[in-house]
């Protein structure tokens, strides 16, 4: 069955290996070899770092959606007092009175881009919430949710007189590589597979990096700065990016409504305030 070309944890250590000079003697390296129990935190903080870097920057790969639908999800409001309100965070649903196990939010979701509601049942066409920017209003509740705000890493919703089905959009992560354990399926993290397609290089000099700060390299910025450059390259080739929207003369620019991040072109569109 056909795969994704996507690379090898361990491909991606040799190219760091080979980065720091440190495959004189064997690929195996003598210094960020696999069995030095350092080696797993320089994989995954590297790891990391991309993740965070190109989710920022609206990288579709790491975009996602999920739907919250049925009467028994997000149920109407237990309070029609305007100044309770309701949330969806990792543990479940909370009503304004009564807390619930469903719906919760993904296990591999970071923040929200986006939010939509209907009214459950309906079958209707989804409505884009407001996103409040400070704050939720204080307001008559009516049958949809038509504001969200996130803080406290939970969705907030003024709440509605009826059940809603709700859609999120949002930036998506993906797990650490895992040290096998007794409790983990005897698979070496080294031969776990990346599930980005072509970060090997930009994966490699973020291994670099973190191996180098350790030291105090003096090399460290240099490091750095090529894994920010490839980074870059391997977000310009998103099909929903412009392709010169990370030239030097767009550095400086404070993000506005017309701007690539967070302008009509951009990964969440046109930002409207509550």
Known sequence: ??????????????????????????????????????????????????????????????????????????????????????????????????????????????????????????????RKMAQAMNGLPTIVKGPLNRHWEWTGEAVRMCGATFANDIRVRYGKTFPDFIVP????????????QVPLVDVLSPLAWWMAREVSTGRNDVDLEALEKSGQEELTQVFNRDPRQGKSIFKRSEYGKMVGPDSPIEGPAGPRGRQVAA
């Not at 959606?65 to 543990?91: K, L, R």
């Open 1 to 126: 069955m056909p795969t994704a070309p996507t690379d090898s944890v361990e491909y991606a250590i040799e190219l760091a290996r080979e980065r720091l000079n440190d495959m004189i003697e064997s690929t195996s390296g003598e210094i960020v070899t696999d069995i030095a129990p350092f080696t797993p935190f320089v994989i995954n903080g590297a790891w990391r770092r991309i993740l965070n870097v190109l989710r920022n920057l609206g990288y579709q790969a790491l975009t996602n959606s999920v739907q919250f639908s049925g009467p028994t999800e997000v149920v109407a409001a237990g309070s029609m007092d305007p100044g309770t309100f309701v949330y969806i965070n990792w543990a479940g649903y909370f009503d304004g009175i009564a807390a619930q196990a469903s719906p919760a939010l993904p296990q591999d979701m970071i923040s929200p881009f986006d939010l939509y509601s209907r009214i459950a049942g309906s079958n209707g066409r989804f």
């Open 181 to 192: 354990s007794s409790t983990v399926p005897p698979t070496p993290y080294a031969s776990q």
